[in-house]
């Protein structure tokens, strides 16, 4: 085998991250501090929470920063089974329990853990596991079909535990790493013309994904309703102006606008921040996405090179996502936004993604480029 020499980690990477990560916590106690002390009088109640989740999540993206890249392609299988048999749980009573009419968490000790927040990374690393050990990518049958089956399966899985949006946001995912893995275009309209006609009949045949629809290209038509979050949330961002009106002196978040502290804390961030404060959280994002890239199109390997890319991807269109749906670009998701929402899946699985991320940083050296492909 080729040795391949380290290299010191990517630093403007991870200041990067500790930045998202720093001004995320702030944000989020900012965002959360009313609704934790009027429900669980306590003010820190989320804020301690997501701290703790940050605690571990740092220990666990250290160890993935550290752990040799070969090691990790070896545990690709263990990942997958963990997590089918992690989703297959949320199935079971007293185990898991609908919350808002959806199974997606299971509880243990007190504390809550979404299995489809690590089935995000999962199909990301199966495909680079995948790809890498596939030379002829022409044969549909035996380089194409198992990894659209073992996708399909997971999707299947997101969907039953009434979750469309992550369904569907992790297939977009996918196609990425897909795409990037130079599978013909010939297949994506292919599958195109299967799963258009399906995602539209799994989409209008609930009535509240029909009302967010509604909403979303009406706001108005039901602003006590569905409609509400999204008008809540233009009127936060609009409040902000360009200044903001400072660090914890929003006042959307005091009941006026739901999941202040989860799904739409980037409207809390335009009222505090302004449009500086925004404008600063999307660069830092931007960032982001061009060392990930920077670092996937050095690699020599295939792995790393789909790993990289898939992960970087995978913050970055979910930041995107979440961001759109809270300035009315989208209808509304349920995505969180990476690093600043509330929910210590997220946070604990997007950590170790950027350790890893770190750790392929390290395996490359400034001036190399691809020898494949």
């Known amino acids: 085998m080729e040795r ?6 990517d630093l403007m990477l991870i200041l990067d991250i500790v930045l998202l990560l720093g001004i995320g916590l702030v944000v989020l106690f900012s965002a959360s501090s009313y609704y934790s002390k009027s429900v669980y009088g306590d003010p820190y109640y989320y804020f301690k929470r997501q701290v703790l989740w940050a605690t571990v999540g740092i220990l666990l993206g250290i160890i993935a920063s550290v752990t040799p890249i070969e090691l990790i392609k070896r545990s690709t299988p263990l990942v997958v089974f963990v997590s089918f048999f992690l989703m297959l749980l949320t199935f ?5 329990k609908p919350v808002l009419g959806a199974r997606r968490w299971i509880f243990i000790g007190g504390l809550s853990f979404q299995p489809s927040e690590l089935v995000k ?51 977009f995912v996918a196609a990425s790493v897909f795409f990037i893995a130079r599978i013909k275009l010939i ?28 909403a979303f290209l009406n706001p108005l038509s039901d602003p006590t309703g569905a409609g509400y979050q999204v008008i809540a949330a233009r009127s936060a961002l609009i409040n902000g102006g360009f200044w903001g009106k400072g660090l914890g002196l929003g006042v959307k978040k005091m009941g ?28 830092l994002f931007i960032v982001f996405v061009w060392r990930g890239y920077a670092i996937a199109f050095k690699c020599r390997d295939k792995f790393s090179y789909y790993l990289s890319f898939g992960i970087s991807s995978l913050i970055i269109f979910q ?45 490359v050296g400034k001036n190399e480029r691809r020898s494949y492909g």
Do not use: C
């Open 92 to 96: 079971i009573p007293g185990i898991s």
């Open 319 to 363: 930041a995107i996502l979440n961001m759109s749906v809270v300035s009315g670009l989208v209808p509304s998701t349920g995505v969180t936004l990476p690093f600043f929402s509330a929910g210590g899946s997220s946070l604990l699985v997007t950590l170790v993604m950027v350790g890893i991320l770190v750790n392929i940083s390290k395996r």
């Open 256 to 283: 006026g606008l739901p999941e202040a502290h989860s799904d739409f804390i980037f409207a809390v961030i335009g009222e505090e921040m302004g449009f500086l404060g925004a404008l600063l959280i999307i660069t």
């Open 121 to 171: 990374f999962t199909i990301v690393l199966y495909l680079a596991y995948i790809f890498d050990k596939k030379d002829n990518l022409e044969d549909p049958l035996n380089s194409i079909l198992p990894p659209v089956i073992i996708v399909g399966i997971f999707l299947t899985l997101i969907y039953l535990q009434n979750d469309f949006s992550t369904a569907f946001f992790t297939l």
């Open 4 to 9: 391949i020499e380290k290299q010191q980690a």
């Open 187 to 214: 297949y994506f309209f292919l599958f195109g013309i299967l799963i258009l006609p399906l995602g539209g009949l799994l989409l209008f045949t609930k009535a509240h994904r029909v009302k967010r629809l509604i």
